[in-house]
Protein backbone atom coordinates (compact mmCIF):
# COMPACT_ATOMS: atom_id res chain seq x y z
CA UNK A 1 0.00 0.00 0.00
CA UNK A 2 2.99 2.15 0.66
CA UNK A 3 4.12 2.18 -3.08
CA UNK A 4 0.34 2.98 -3.94
CA UNK A 5 0.63 6.51 -1.80
CA UNK A 6 4.10 7.34 -3.07
CA UNK A 7 2.09 6.81 -6.93
CA UNK A 8 -0.32 8.57 -6.17
CA UNK A 9 1.50 11.62 -4.63
CA UNK A 10 3.57 11.64 -7.70
CA UNK A 11 0.83 11.43 -10.07
CA UNK A 12 -0.66 14.78 -8.18
CA UNK A 13 2.45 16.58 -8.44
CA UNK A 14 3.02 16.04 -11.96
CA UNK A 15 -0.73 16.83 -12.35
CA UNK A 16 -0.79 20.48 -10.85
CA UNK A 17 -3.79 22.25 -13.22
CA UNK A 18 -5.14 19.14 -14.31
CA UNK A 19 -7.59 18.20 -12.14
CA UNK A 20 -9.73 16.47 -13.97
CA UNK A 21 -7.61 13.55 -14.01
CA UNK A 22 -9.93 10.21 -13.11
CA UNK A 23 -8.91 6.82 -10.94
CA UNK A 24 -11.00 3.81 -10.86
CA UNK A 25 -13.13 3.41 -7.80
CA UNK A 26 -10.43 0.25 -6.86
CA UNK A 27 -7.50 2.63 -7.22
CA UNK A 28 -8.86 5.47 -5.28
CA UNK A 29 -10.24 3.13 -2.54
CA UNK A 30 -6.63 1.41 -2.30
CA UNK A 31 -4.93 4.65 -1.91
CA UNK A 32 -7.16 6.42 0.40
CA UNK A 33 -7.00 2.83 2.78
CA UNK A 34 -3.32 2.99 2.94
CA UNK A 35 -3.32 6.85 3.54
CA UNK A 36 -6.06 6.24 6.55
CA UNK A 37 -3.70 4.06 7.83
CA UNK A 38 -1.26 6.39 8.88
CA UNK A 39 0.73 7.48 5.73
CA UNK A 40 0.84 11.92 5.41
CA UNK A 41 0.40 13.54 2.14
CA UNK A 42 0.84 17.38 2.22
CA UNK A 43 -0.97 19.17 -0.31
CA UNK A 44 0.37 20.17 -4.02
CA UNK A 45 0.20 23.92 -2.67
CA UNK A 46 2.54 23.23 0.46
CA UNK A 47 5.16 20.78 -1.85
CA UNK A 48 5.14 22.97 -4.65
CA UNK A 49 5.76 26.17 -2.48
CA UNK A 50 8.44 24.69 -0.36
CA UNK A 51 10.47 22.92 -3.24
CA UNK A 52 10.60 27.23 -4.73
CA UNK A 53 11.68 27.87 -1.38
CA UNK A 54 14.22 25.10 -1.42
CA UNK A 55 15.81 26.48 -5.18
CA UNK A 56 15.81 30.30 -3.97
CA UNK A 57 17.78 29.43 -0.97
CA UNK A 58 20.11 27.07 -2.75
CA UNK A 59 20.94 29.96 -5.55
CA UNK A 60 21.59 32.35 -2.36
CA UNK A 61 23.48 29.97 -0.74
CA UNK A 62 25.73 29.66 -3.91
CA UNK A 63 25.96 33.51 -4.10
CA UNK A 64 26.67 33.73 -1.01
CA UNK A 65 29.36 31.47 0.05
CA UNK A 66 31.59 31.62 -2.58
CA UNK A 67 31.05 35.88 -2.53
CA UNK A 68 32.41 35.67 1.17
CA UNK A 69 35.02 33.20 0.29
CA UNK A 70 36.40 35.64 -2.93
CA UNK A 71 36.23 38.50 -1.30
CA UNK A 72 37.91 37.78 1.85
CA UNK A 73 40.54 35.89 0.37
CA UNK A 74 41.19 39.07 -1.65
CA UNK A 75 41.27 41.00 1.48
CA UNK A 76 43.62 37.68 2.98
CA UNK A 77 46.01 37.83 0.06
CA UNK A 78 46.57 42.20 -0.05
CA UNK A 79 47.17 42.09 4.38
CA UNK A 80 49.82 39.05 3.32
CA UNK A 81 51.70 40.96 0.72
CA UNK A 82 51.21 44.22 3.41
CA UNK A 83 49.70 46.47 0.94
CA UNK A 84 47.94 49.37 2.18
CA UNK A 85 44.30 49.09 3.26
CA UNK A 86 43.13 51.31 -0.29
CA UNK A 87 44.26 48.38 -2.26
CA UNK A 88 42.28 46.08 -0.56
CA UNK A 89 39.24 48.17 -1.43
CA UNK A 90 40.23 48.36 -5.08
CA UNK A 91 40.78 45.27 -5.59
CA UNK A 92 37.79 44.00 -3.28
CA UNK A 93 35.05 46.06 -4.53
CA UNK A 94 36.50 45.45 -8.23
CA UNK A 95 36.42 41.70 -7.64
CA UNK A 96 32.78 42.02 -5.62
CA UNK A 97 31.25 43.61 -8.44
CA UNK A 98 33.24 41.82 -11.59
CA UNK A 99 33.09 38.33 -10.35
CA UNK A 100 29.64 38.77 -8.94
CA UNK A 101 28.14 39.60 -12.38
CA UNK A 102 29.93 36.66 -13.83
CA UNK A 103 28.50 34.29 -11.65
CA UNK A 104 25.21 35.35 -12.06
CA UNK A 105 25.57 35.39 -15.76
CA UNK A 106 27.44 32.00 -15.73
CA UNK A 107 24.21 30.52 -13.47
CA UNK A 108 21.80 32.04 -15.71
CA UNK A 109 23.63 30.74 -19.24
CA UNK A 110 23.92 27.21 -17.47
CA UNK A 111 19.97 27.36 -16.21
CA UNK A 112 19.18 28.60 -19.72
CA UNK A 113 20.82 25.63 -21.32
CA UNK A 114 19.42 23.04 -18.96
CA UNK A 115 16.15 24.45 -19.73
CA UNK A 116 16.25 23.99 -23.37
CA UNK A 117 18.12 20.42 -23.15
CA UNK A 118 14.72 19.52 -20.63
CA UNK A 119 12.63 21.49 -23.56
CA UNK A 120 14.43 19.36 -26.44
CA UNK A 121 13.88 16.12 -23.98
CA UNK A 122 10.26 16.69 -23.98
CA UNK A 123 9.41 17.08 -27.38
CA UNK A 124 11.28 13.78 -28.65
CA UNK A 125 8.98 11.80 -25.83
CA UNK A 126 6.38 13.83 -27.24
CA UNK A 127 7.31 12.05 -30.79
CA UNK A 128 7.62 9.18 -29.49
CA UNK A 129 4.47 8.51 -27.81
CA UNK A 130 2.22 9.96 -30.64
CA UNK A 131 4.88 7.74 -33.39
CA UNK A 132 5.86 4.49 -31.02
CA UNK A 133 2.62 4.48 -28.75
CA UNK A 134 2.66 0.65 -27.79
CA UNK A 135 6.24 0.92 -27.24
CA UNK A 136 6.30 3.90 -24.34
CA UNK A 137 3.05 1.99 -22.69
CA UNK A 138 5.51 -0.82 -22.51
CA UNK A 139 8.29 1.06 -21.13
CA UNK A 140 5.36 2.57 -18.43
CA UNK A 141 4.87 -1.26 -17.71
CA UNK A 142 8.23 -1.52 -17.61
CA UNK A 143 9.27 1.39 -15.20
CA UNK A 144 6.62 0.32 -12.19
CA UNK A 145 6.54 -3.55 -12.49
CA UNK A 146 10.64 -2.88 -11.49
CA UNK A 147 8.98 -1.02 -8.43
CA UNK A 148 6.79 -4.02 -7.70
CA UNK A 149 3.66 -3.33 -8.86
CA UNK A 150 1.55 -6.56 -10.46
CA UNK A 151 -1.12 -8.25 -12.13
CA UNK A 152 -4.29 -5.52 -12.07
CA UNK A 153 -2.84 -2.44 -9.44
CA UNK A 154 -0.13 -2.20 -12.39
CA UNK A 155 -2.60 -2.34 -15.74
CA UNK A 156 -4.24 0.28 -13.70
CA UNK A 157 -1.47 2.68 -13.36
CA UNK A 158 -0.45 2.37 -16.67
CA UNK A 159 -4.02 3.32 -18.00
CA UNK A 160 -4.12 6.35 -15.58
CA UNK A 161 -1.08 7.50 -16.48
CA UNK A 162 -1.31 6.99 -20.34
CA UNK A 163 -4.77 8.51 -20.07
CA UNK A 164 -3.25 11.64 -20.20
CA UNK A 165 -0.56 12.77 -22.53
CA UNK A 166 1.08 15.45 -20.63
CA UNK A 167 0.94 13.21 -17.76
CA UNK A 168 2.86 10.23 -19.64
CA UNK A 169 5.11 12.27 -21.07
CA UNK A 170 6.37 13.96 -17.26
CA UNK A 171 6.36 10.14 -15.68
CA UNK A 172 8.88 9.59 -18.65
CA UNK A 173 11.00 12.36 -18.03
CA UNK A 174 10.93 11.97 -14.48
CA UNK A 175 11.69 8.04 -14.27
CA UNK A 176 13.49 7.45 -17.73
CA UNK A 177 15.76 10.37 -17.91
CA UNK A 178 15.41 11.15 -14.75
CA UNK A 179 14.35 15.37 -15.84
CA UNK A 180 12.05 17.60 -14.24
CA UNK A 181 11.37 20.86 -15.78
CA UNK A 182 10.95 23.78 -13.32
CA UNK A 183 9.14 26.51 -14.80
CA UNK A 184 8.88 28.64 -11.94
CA UNK A 185 12.69 28.60 -11.38
CA UNK A 186 13.54 31.38 -14.61
CA UNK A 187 17.28 31.83 -15.71
CA UNK A 188 16.79 35.52 -14.75
CA UNK A 189 15.84 35.41 -11.17
CA UNK A 190 18.41 32.69 -10.96
CA UNK A 191 21.00 34.85 -12.25
CA UNK A 192 19.81 38.06 -9.87
CA UNK A 193 19.48 36.16 -6.50
CA UNK A 194 23.23 34.53 -7.22
CA UNK A 195 24.37 38.16 -7.96
CA UNK A 196 22.20 39.86 -4.92
CA UNK A 197 23.81 37.24 -2.59
CA UNK A 198 27.22 37.11 -4.00
CA UNK A 199 27.98 41.14 -3.22
CA UNK A 200 25.85 41.43 -0.37
CA UNK A 201 27.64 38.86 1.91
CA UNK A 202 30.70 39.37 -0.05
CA UNK A 203 30.57 43.11 1.35
CA UNK A 204 31.15 41.84 4.66
CA UNK A 205 34.70 41.37 4.79
CA UNK A 206 35.66 45.11 3.16
CA UNK A 207 33.38 46.49 5.79
CA UNK A 208 36.05 47.40 8.24
CA UNK A 209 37.94 48.69 5.74
CA UNK A 210 35.43 51.25 4.41
CA UNK A 211 34.95 52.24 8.17
CA UNK A 212 38.78 52.68 8.40
CA UNK A 213 39.37 54.51 4.93
CA UNK A 214 36.36 57.09 5.48
CA UNK A 215 35.49 57.58 9.06
CA UNK A 216 37.37 58.72 11.95
CA UNK A 217 38.17 54.96 12.55
CA UNK A 218 41.64 55.13 11.67
CA UNK A 219 42.40 57.74 14.64
CA UNK A 220 41.57 54.27 16.44
CA UNK A 221 41.77 51.42 14.61
CA UNK A 222 44.86 50.20 12.51
CA UNK A 223 45.11 47.91 9.69
CA UNK A 224 45.66 44.96 11.52
CA UNK A 225 42.24 45.67 13.76
CA UNK A 226 40.28 46.09 10.62
CA UNK A 227 41.51 43.11 9.58
CA UNK A 228 40.70 41.30 12.53
CA UNK A 229 37.22 42.29 12.43
CA UNK A 230 36.94 41.53 8.72
CA UNK A 231 37.97 38.09 9.98
CA UNK A 232 35.58 37.82 12.95
CA UNK A 233 32.57 39.38 10.34
CA UNK A 234 33.38 37.22 7.69
CA UNK A 235 33.50 33.96 10.16
CA UNK A 236 30.18 34.51 11.67
CA UNK A 237 28.89 34.82 7.66
CA UNK A 238 30.53 31.26 6.97
CA UNK A 239 28.78 30.02 9.82
CA UNK A 240 25.52 31.44 9.10
CA UNK A 241 25.54 30.21 5.60
CA UNK A 242 26.36 26.92 6.43
CA UNK A 243 23.05 27.30 8.87
CA UNK A 244 21.23 27.78 6.32
CA UNK A 245 22.80 25.16 3.90
CA UNK A 246 22.38 22.75 6.63
CA UNK A 247 18.62 23.89 7.21
CA UNK A 248 18.34 23.13 3.44
CA UNK A 249 19.90 19.25 2.98
CA UNK A 250 18.37 18.90 6.40
CA UNK A 251 21.75 18.03 8.17
CA UNK A 252 22.88 19.57 11.70
CA UNK A 253 23.30 23.34 11.56
CA UNK A 254 26.02 22.95 13.69
CA UNK A 255 28.13 20.90 11.71
CA UNK A 256 27.44 22.73 8.31
CA UNK A 257 27.92 25.82 10.13
CA UNK A 258 31.73 24.92 10.97
CA UNK A 259 32.13 22.93 7.62
CA UNK A 260 31.05 26.20 5.70
CA UNK A 261 33.30 28.74 8.36
CA UNK A 262 35.91 26.16 7.65
CA UNK A 263 36.37 26.00 3.79
CA UNK A 264 36.59 29.48 3.92
CA UNK A 265 39.22 29.95 6.55
CA UNK A 266 41.40 27.26 4.43
CA UNK A 267 40.83 29.46 1.24
CA UNK A 268 41.70 32.63 3.09
CA UNK A 269 44.62 31.23 4.43
CA UNK A 270 46.09 30.29 1.56
CA UNK A 271 45.02 33.12 -0.23
CA UNK A 272 47.02 34.74 2.40
CA UNK A 273 50.06 32.66 2.32
CA UNK A 274 50.52 33.28 -1.40
CA UNK A 275 50.35 36.92 -0.83
CA UNK A 276 53.09 36.81 2.28
CA UNK A 277 55.23 34.68 -0.29
CA UNK A 278 54.99 37.43 -3.48
CA UNK A 279 55.88 40.11 -1.00
CA UNK A 280 58.75 38.29 0.19
CA UNK A 281 59.99 38.06 -3.53
CA UNK A 282 58.49 40.34 -5.61
Not at 255 to 282: C, D, H, K, Q
Amino acid sequence: MHFLCILLLHIEILSLNNSNLKFSNTWTKSANSALNKGTKVKTNTILYLTYCVKLSIEDFVYGATDGAVTTFAVVAGVIGASLSPSVILILGFANLFADGFSMSIGNYLSQKTHREYIQNQRKKEEWEIDNLTAQEEGEIRDIYKEKGFKEEILEEIVRVITSKKKIWIDTMMKEELGLIEDKNRSPRDTAITTFVSFNLIGMIPLVPFVLLHVSGFSRVWSTSDAFVYSIVFTAIAFFLIGTIRGKVVKRSLIRTGFNTLAIGGIAASVAYLVGYLLSEFV
